[in-house]
């Protein structure tokens, strides 16, 4: 949970969050990789425009508005931790 709270601060959201993105480091600590697709500067008020990513884990206001917003990647995550 550290990530989205880390991530939340840095304004970044990673719009293609799932199981094939989380890697493991020697020590068993979760990364996550691939921010190809991510958008910086995203805060409360503001959003990304288009429909990237994995669409089984994406929220549903991606797939209906095509606009990523700050708390559409709690979406992401939930898909993700329910999978694993």
Sequence with gaps: MTIVIDMWRMSL???DVKPDNILLDKDGHCKLGDFGLAALGIVEGKKAIGQC???RYMAP???TTFCFKCYSFLFF???VTFVI
């Design 61 to 63: 206001e991606v797939i």
């Design 77 to 79: 995550y939930g898909s």
């Design 53 to 55: 990513g994995t669409k």
């Design 13 to 15: 959201i990673c719009r």
